[in-house]
């Protein structure tokens, strides 16, 4: 089992910046990749980053490419999303997520793609 605790968000005003964290616990030497998605009141989840663990590949979703940087700290089993020129569009629940396996069919912005789940963080942008 791998456990995701996300840290890192809060309100901030239309342009401010955030940046969240994720640690990952337990058997987090079989992760695969890690990334983001979000979840705004009355809206669906939506995929925000993701990056793989053992190479430099990142991907974005088209709302947030150019704002948000997803990385990581593997010696730290860290991922890290920084938020920039926040937008009150980007207020939501924010899960960090992990996949254990690598897979040839993998499609990064698929919530099903990820076997684990964080309890979520709130990101609050104020117009």
């Known amino acids: 089992q791998v456990q995701l605790v996300e840290s890192g968000g809060g309100l901030v005003q239309a342009g401010g910046s955030l940046k969240l964290s994720c640690a990952a616990s337990?058997?987090?030497?079989?992760?695969?990749?890690m990334g983001w998605f979000r979840q705004a009141p009355g809206k669906e989840r939506e995929f925000v980053a993701a990056?793989?663990?053992?190479?430099?590949?990142?991907y974005y979703a088209d709302s947030v490419k150019g704002r948000f940087t997803i990385s990581r700290d593997s010696a730290k089993n860290t991922v890290y999303l920084q938020m920039n020129s926040l937008k009150p569009d980007d207020t939501a629940v924010y899960y960090c997520?992990?996949?254990?396996?690598?897979?040839?069919?993998?499609?990064?912005?698929?919530?099903?793609?990820?076997?684990?789940w964080g309890q979520g963080t709130q990101v609050t942008v104020s117009s």
């Open positions: 990056t793989a663990w053992s190479d430099v590949n990142t």
């Open positions: 997520v992990a996949r254990r396996s690598y897979s040839s069919t993998y499609q990064y912005g698929s919530p099903y793609e990820y076997n684990y």
């Open positions: 337990g058997r987090s030497f079989s992760i695969y990749s």
